[in-house]
């Protein structure tokens, strides 16, 4: 019997039904991915069921809370440049659902972060140790999965790793003195988020046997596609409408981390944008000392409505645009065309 997944049908996650599967010659291709990732829900079920009971309540706690399954989404629509979704493209979409995962436990831990996909976070359950113990735990199974499949998929997660953590330590420690701040946060969002869903766009093609002529263009196709899917997180975060976001409005600024939006409204130099920032800096300060979070509420809500917010929007649109320029090299067809839809949606989820 096939065990019961949390996994929504494709309808619903991000308005991808109607955005990216419009046209009829794309109706065909809905159905597979459809499949495909009711497929991939299956093998996640199966994969993160552990023999340690906490061990096994830990684990699929934030899986069972849903999400978007993003990037099992991308490499299924990849491997159609190849054989298409073989078992070998569901076995490595799990594996980098499951690093993601993994990824979300220590993410929370770091941020203080109280809430995930509408539920109380991992570690407000279990406590920072067994939330870190478990994140750790996802990233070996996911090892052990892309392990059956040869030494280049090794490589493939194993530098994809690398990345997430490199992104996570230049997050935590902060640009250095001359850096550029805005340049230094768009090149840990290519590490931290890009780097993930540029290896299931690569996934698809190197688990279907597709053309290796496609795989650097799905690569960079992938990345970009992320910082543009981060940047309009970070707007948003600011949202007043936590069913939206499924978590507190502003957490990630509440807990100190900086976000697009704030470090453009630093380098506005007009007073109103000064005083703004100071009001924020002074909060976030407070907060740290024990203050109440809701301190917050006020700049934040005028922080939403600034235009350094509106920008960010700019900016997560330009680079879904150089996304949609990677696919230059795909041959005309559904799976292109949906493909720049991914990249338009990636950018604008307001449907």
């Known amino acids: 019997m096939t065990p019961p997944v949390p996994g929504s049908p494709l309808a619903g996650k991000l308005g991808l039904t109607d955005r990216i599967f419009a046209g009829p010659r794309s109706r065909r291709l809905m159905s597979e991915v459809e499949n495909g990732l009711q497929r991939v829900e299956v093998c996640l079920a199966a994969e993160l069921r552990v023999t340690d009971s906490v061990a096994d309540a830990a684990s699929r706690y934030l899986y069972e809370a849903g999400g978007k399954r993003l990037r099992p989404m991308l490499a299924l629509l990849t491997s159609k440049l190849g054989d298409g979704m073989t078992d070998d493209v569901i076995e490595a979409a799990a594996a980098l659902e499951i690093t993601h995962l993994g990824s979300l436990y220590h993410d929370d831990v770091m941020d203080a972060a109280d809430k995930r996909r509408g539920v109380p976070s991992a570690h407000a359950v279990w406590g920072n140790n067994v939330a870190i113990l478990t994140g750790d735990l996802l990233f070996s199974r996911a090892s052990q999965i892309m392990a059956r499949h040869g030494e280049g998929a090794i490589q493939l997660q194993a530098d994809t790793f690398e990345r997430l953590v490199l992104g996570q330590l230049h997050e935590t420690v902060g640009p250095q003195e001359d850096d550029d701040r805005v340049a230094f946060y768009l ?114 809500a005028e922080l939403r409505e600034h235009d350094a917010t509106q920008a960010t929007l700019d900016l997560a649109h330009a680079w879904s645009r150089d996304a949609i320029a990677a696919l230059a090299p795909l041959p005309d067809g559904a799976v292109r065309e949906a493909l720049t839809r991914f990249a338009q949606a990636v950018a604008d989820r307001s449907s």
């Open 187 to 300: 090149d840990v969002l290519s590490d931290k988020t890009g780097s993930l869903i540029a290896a299931a766009a690569q996934a698809g093609v190197i688990f279907s046997n597709g053309p290796a002529e496609f795989e650097e263009p799905m690569r960079v196709f992938g990345e970009k596609c992320g910082v543009a899917f981060q940047l309009l997180d970070d707007v948003i975060d600011l949202s007043d409408d936590p069913d939206e976001t499924g978590k507190v409005p502003g957490t990630d600024l509440r807990a100190g981390v900086p976000t697009m939006p704030y470090l453009l409204l630093s380098q506005r130099t007009d007073a109103s944008s000064i005083d703004l920032r100071e009001r924020i800096d002074a909060g976030v300060a407070r907060i740290a000392d024990g203050a109440d979070p809701a301190i917050l509420d006020g700049p934040l």
